[in-house]
Every structure is written in structure tokens, then in C-alpha cells.
């Protein structure tokens, strides 16, 4: 049942009179419910209860967190049909798309669960001392990750399940150790109390102390604001616009004790179509590439929003075939009137740059779907223009024709930092292209051969990030188990009694985990 409050630890309070509602695009009214947004005195208290729980949840085994995951996986498939229909009237997607996120939502738990119930993840390093060494004793030195403290995570408006209250953000912080306090996303806050209900139901149920997680409603950005600029708070987990994870990382920089922001950002996606592939698969490439630009209205941050091929005759077959699939594709409904005000205006500014065709249209009619479209400029206009690189978040990309080989090299270089880049390629073709390979490599945090960008799969060797502004570390990954090691420092004890270690680090190896130990891999 939505309540519309806030969860502070385990309590549900609303001690303040500013309320807002979640807004159903699909049928463009506001949902009923009521939400109320924290008061400082609530968010302080959250902060502090996540406080005093860090300090036990971090002395937790990895058996312990790992329930507790599990539980909340549990929990959320418990939530059944009222957690797909909450979600598709504030989201305006359909079915199946919830379903999926779901899916992954728990896949992404267990997976952290099964990471620390086996244990190896905290990089375990012991180089033992030598007291008989001349001129000076050798100390004994023995490292391990250990949790930051509490997290404070903002929910993503594209993936209410995914990337918000109990999305990878809040699953790998809990893995590692630490508390969260979620601020909601304001589009979709009833998805995210039922998923902060089950977050509840599972930490009593599996013995967490109370304050390892709080959810906070708000509309504005004050609740965030000060969460980001509290004292006990110690890193922050952001999906959204480059706008706001800017401000909130220029935010934490500013405070006494700055703390990290991991967050993910703006990406235009860049695809490169070699000449021997358009050639031969011009039809092929362009309705593949249709359904990706549209896929969920192009609300994806991996979506591709920039094309590149050698000008001529096979890449204007390419345009002109995307540019039908694209106007025979349904149009479909935006997550929000706001997100689908900003396309409009982001969509409004791109073609009203210099030298910018529209290549195809397919308006829509209906309130809040996005009318798709295609447009092109030339290499040089796209170089000369900045404008032109910024990402228009929904179904819209710009086919660039360039001149030559060289001319794709300098779009590339001169790009910012991108989550992705595709290069689309005949057999061995990408052989003859090391340089642009290589300039890509420069400008993004995963490279696609003959894919499309579209479709984060959630494993070990994915990196989702890249150079600023797609991330604001890109030697993290905000997907896949290894997005733990954003919550974590390591940290080293010397000489210190065995009896005393973690168990991770002592003499007897007592949890069986993998460790390096005198600089040999030991396997668990
Ligand atoms: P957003 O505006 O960046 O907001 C995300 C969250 O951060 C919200 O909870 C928001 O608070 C908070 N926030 C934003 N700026 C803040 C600030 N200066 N101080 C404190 N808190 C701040 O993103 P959005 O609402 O999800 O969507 C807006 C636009 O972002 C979209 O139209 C799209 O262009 C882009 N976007 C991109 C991606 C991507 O993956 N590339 C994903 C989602 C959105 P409140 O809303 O509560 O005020």
C-alpha cells in the first residue's frame, strides 16, 4: 500500500505540509496519491540513524549482507502485479519493459549477493613481516576494502527499478558494507516506496539495524542538497542529466570533507558505419538501427544519437531508409510531460542549428509521445558546431556525412567523454581502421563491434561509465559486480595481532577466500 511518506529507518513519517503527485503520461492526469515531502529535521534524522547502523552493518559477514540482498530480491517479487501497475501508470511503459527491469532489478541483488557470501571481492593482500631483516624489520602489512560509510543515492527517471531505490546503486553500496538513504525520484516516488517497503521488510526480517535505509520524498532540490552537504554522509550515487550530477558533484567537491559522486550522465553514443559495411548492409543497418533510436522512446542514456558514415551514395541510401523505418515505427509515450517538454526543446534547438536537414519526422499527435526524427549535417558543419554534440535525450539522432576517414577521426576526437561507441564493420574491415579505433577508445568506456549501443548486460566485465561528462570517474563502472569498489576504500593494518584481523586477513585464511599473499595469487 502507498502511503505517500517518507521512510526515516523503519518509521514512516510525514511531518511536513509540502506534498506533490507522480503524473501518468499514458493517460496524461495525476495519479492519486500524495506524497509529502521530508522536512530537514527528518532528513537529518535519517542521516544520523544511517550513521549509528554503518557502524554495525560494517562489522557484518558477507553471509549476513548476502540474506539480506536475497531478502529484498524476495521481497520485491513478493510486491507482485501492485509493483507493475504502480510502475507503468508513473512511467507510461508498458508491461513488458516492467517486467524486465524487474527481472534485472533482483538479478542485480543476488548477483551482489553471491559476490559477498563467497568474499573474495574485498582484494584481500598480505605481505607478512620479517623481523630478522637488516638494516630495518620488515612490518607486517595486510590490506582489504572496507566499507565508506553512508551512501546517498539518487533513483534515475528512466529506470524507476534498475538504476533507483533498490537499483545497482543501492545493492552495491549494501554489499559493500554500507547504509543508504535514497533520495526518490519525484516521477516515480510510488514505485519507490513499494520498493522501499520491501527494502524494510527485509532488513527486519534478516536482523539489519534500524537506519540502514531511508527513503526520502521531495520535489525540489533542497532534500538532495542537503543530503549531499551532511557531514556523516561519505559518497553519492547519481543517474540523470549532466546538469544535475554537475551541480551535486561541484557540491560535494565544495564541502569541508569533500566526498566522491559517482555519477552516470549525458552520452550521444557515437556509430561509426565503415564503408564496406554500408555498402553491402545499407537496408539491413538502417532498420536495425531504427529500433534501437526508438527502443523504450529513445530514453535510454546508451541510446545512439550520432551516426557517422563516408558521404555518398551508400550512405544516402542508409538516411533515406532510416528515415522511413523511423516514420513506420509506433510512436510511443515519454516518462513524464517534463521529460517530454525538455526532447521538444533540446530536439527544437538541434535542427535549428545552421545546415541542419531533417531527414524524416514521424509526429505524433498524442499528449506526451515523442514525435521521432532523423536529421543530417555534413562533417564540417558537425565540427564547427558544439551544439550539435549535446545529447537530446529520446527518439532522435543525426546522421553526420563525412568527407573522409580523417575527417570521422577529428568528430571523434573532439567529442566529449561518451558511455559507448560502435563501429559497424565487414569481416576483418576494422583492421584497417587503427585509428579511429583508437580515437574512440580515447572517448568512451565500452567499445561495440556490429551491435548496437542499446542493451546493458549485467556482468562482471561490463563497464557502464566513461570519460566525463558520461561519468564523473571512468575508472568505475556503474554495472556489474565490480560497482562496488566505488563504495569502498582499502585500508591496512600493520602489525596487528592475528587474533584481532578480519578474518579476512588472518593467518588461517578461516572464510577460504582468493588472497595475494607475498605477491602469489592464492586461489580460494
Ligand atoms: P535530473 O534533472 O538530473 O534529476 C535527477 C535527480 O537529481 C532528481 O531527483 C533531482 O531532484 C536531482 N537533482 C537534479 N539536479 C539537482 C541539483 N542541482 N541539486 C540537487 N538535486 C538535483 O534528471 P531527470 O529528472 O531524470 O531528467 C531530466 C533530464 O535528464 C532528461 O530530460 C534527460 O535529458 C536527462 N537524463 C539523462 C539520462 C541519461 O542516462 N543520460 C537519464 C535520465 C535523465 P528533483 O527532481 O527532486 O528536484
Redesign the pocket.
Known amino acids: 500500500m502507498i502511503t505517500g511518506k517518507n521512510y526515516i529507518g523503519d518509521i514512516l513519517s510525514s511531518e511536513g505540509d509540502t506534498t506533490f503527485t507522480t503524473f501518468n503520461p499514458e493517460l496524461n492526469v495525476e495519479n492519486p496519491h500524495n506524497f509529502t515531502q521530508a522536512t530537514e529535521e527528518e532528513i537529518e534524522k535519517a542521516v544520523t540513524l544511517a550513521w549509528e547502523a554503518f557502524h554495525i552493518y560494517k562489522t557484518f559477514s558477507g553471509k549476513k549482507k548476502a540474506s539480506f540482498l536475497r531478502s529484498i530480491a524476495d521481497e520485491i517479487e513478493a510486491l507482485g502485479e501492485e509493483l507493475i501497475k504502480v510502475y507503468c501508470s508513473e512511467t507510461g511503459l508498458p508491461e513488458g519493459r516492467a517486467k524486465g527491469e524487474r527481472g534485472r532489478t533482483v538479478f542485480q541483488l543476488r548477483s551482489f549477493a553471491d559476490l559477498v557470501e563467497e568474499g573474495s571481492w574485498v582484494e584481500a593482500s598480505i605481505d607478512t613481516g620479517d623481523k630478522t631483516r637488516t638494516p630495518v624489520s620488515k612490518p607486517d602489512v595486510r590490506k582489504m576494502n572496507i566499507p565508506l560509510g553512508p551512501i546517498v543515492v539518487?533513483?534515475?527517471?528512466?529506470f524507476p527499478l534498475a538504476y533507483s531505490t533498490a537499483g545497482g546503486d543501492t545493492a552495491a553500496a549494501f554489499a559493500a558494507g554500507c547504509p543508504v538513504i535514497v533520495?526518490s525520484?519525484?516521477?516515480h516516488a510510488g514505485t519507490g516506496e513499494l520498493i522501499a517497503t520491501a527494502i524494510i521488510k527485509a532488513a527486519q526480517g534478516t536482523g539489519m539495524p534500524n537506519g540502514i535505509f531511508s527513503n526520502i520524498n521531495?520535489?525540489?532540490?533542497t532534500?538532495?542538497?542537503q543530503l549531499v552537504s551532511d557531514p556523516k554522509v561519505k559518497a553519492v550515487g547519481?543517474?540523470?542529466?549532466i546538469?544535475?550530477?554537475r551541480?551535486?558533484l561541484d557540491?560535494a567537491s565544495k564541502r569541508e570533507e569533500p566526498i566522491p559522486v559517482f555519477a552516470?550522465?549525458?552520452?550521444i553514443n557515437p556509430v561509426i558505419l565503415l564503408p564496406k559495411a554500408l555498402e553491402n548492409r545499407k537496408e539491413e543497418l538502417a532498420a536495425t538501427y531504427a529500433s534501437s533510436i526508438t527502443l523504450g522512446t529513445g530514453q535510454?542514456?546508451t541510446n545512439p544519437g550520432l551516426i557517422l558514415g563516408i558521404a555518398g551514395e551508400n550512405l544516402d541510401v542508409f538516411i533515406s531508409t532510416l528515415g522511413n523505418k523511423v516514420k513506420e515505427t509506433t510512436t510511443t509515450c515519454m516518462l513524464h510531460p517534463?521529460?517530454h517538454r525538455?526532447?521538444e526543446s533540446?530536439k527544437e534547438r538541434a535542427i535549428n542549428q545552421d545546415n541542419t536537414e531533417i531527414i524524416a519526422v514521424n509526429e505524433s499527435k498524442q499528449e506526451n509521445y515523442a514525435s521521432q526524427l532523423i536529421a543530417t549535417v555534413s562533417g564540417k558543419t558537425f565540427l564547427q558546431n558544439p551544439t550539435l554534440h549535446h545529447?537530446v535525450?529520446g527518439p532522435f539522432s543525426i546522421v553526420v556525412q563525412c568527407e573522409s576517414i580523417e575527417e570521422m577521426e577529428q568528430i571523434i576526437a573532439q567529442l566529449e567523454g561518451q558511455l559507448t561507441g560502435t563501429i559497424i564493420s565487414d569481416e576483418n574491415e576494422v583492421a584497417s581502421y587503427a585509428g579511429l579505433v583508437d580515437k574512440m577508445q580515447n572517448r568512451v568506456g565500452r567499445i561495440i563491434f556490429n551491435g548496437v549501443p542499446t542493451g546493458v548486460e549485467v556482468c562482471p566485465s561490463m563497464v557502464h561509465g566513461g570519460p566525463y561528462p558520461a561519468s564523473t570517474d571512468s575508472r568505475f563502472t556503474a554495472v556489474g559486480i565490480n560497482s562496488i569498489k566505488r563504495w569502498v576504500r582499502p585500508f591496512s593494518y600493520q602489525d596487528w595481532p592475528n587474533e584481532l584481523l578480519p578474518d579476512e586477513l588472518k593467518d588461517e585464511n578461516p572464510l577460504q577466500i582468493s588472497r595475494v599473499e607475498n605477491g602469489k595469487q592464492i586461489r580460494a
Open positions: 539518487f533513483g534515475a527517471s528512466n533520495k525520484h519525484p516521477m521531495s520535489s525540489d532540490y532534500a538532495g542538497q547519481f543517474t540523470g542529466s546538469r544535475g550530477g551541480a551535486l557540491l552516470e550522465m549525458g552520452s535510454f542514456c517534463n521529460i525538455a526532447y533540446n545529447e535525450f
